[in-house]
């Protein structure tokens, strides 16, 4: 197992559950990744918990403070870090009813560099591409996972490489665990 401090871009663990957000700040708002599905937790009320087997679209996010900034889906600096810092949203398309979702995260106060966004969001793509995006529900198997995509260089960010990136990281952390 990984320690609390991996990360890739947005995806930290925190508390033995892999999240998206900052779930260490007070009123913060992070998606957590649990083994029955996406749950949206926030400082007003737990939210909806999308289970995997409802997302029939990959997961793509979106930067910014509104669910309407779409706009915002690739604004990065000159450094490779992801450049707005309102906070973002994953998004995806469900079925059994087909509708889309919005989940809201907030960003932590470290900048994520952009090929590391890149690389989570192409992870996310690959597994419901795959049907396994329950993978994400197994800790252990996302810290493998992310072990394989974390660091590196800031370059190849071409989505060839960016998609061979995460099939490799699926293949390098194996089956889930049982």
């Known amino acids: 197992m990984v320690d609390d401090r991996t990360t890739l871009g947005p995806l930290q663990l925190t508390g033995g559950h892999w999240g998206i957000g900052d779930a260490a700040r007070p009123g ?7 083994p029955e599905g996406l749950h949206q937790c926030g400082p007003d009320a737990e ?12 997961i793509w996010i979106t930067w910014g403070k509104h669910s309407w900034n779409t706009n915002s889906r690739g604004v990065y600096t000159l450094k490779g870090t992801v450049a707005t810092r309102d906070g973002g949203w994953m998004r995806m398309t469900l079925r059994d009813p ?20 890149l690389r989570l969001e192409f992870l996310l793509r690959q597994l ?18 992310v072990a394989c ?11 060839r490489a960016l998609r061979r990136a995460a099939a490799q990281a699926v293949v390098a952390a194996g089956p889930s665990s049982p």
Do not use: C
């Open 149 to 159: 995509l974390a660091g590196g260089k800031n370059r190849r960010v071409t989505q």
């Open 98 to 117: 087909y509708e889309d979702r919005q989940l809201r995260f907030d960003q932590h106060e470290r900048p994520y560099r952009a090929v590391d966004a």
């Open 47 to 58: 939210g909806p918990l999308v289970p995997w087997s409802r997302i029939m679209t990959g």
């Open 128 to 145: 419901t591409e795959d049907g396994k995006p329950h993978l994400l529900g197994d800790p252990e198997w996302v810290g493998r996972a």
């Open 28 to 34: 913060a708002h992070w998606v957590e990744f649990r």
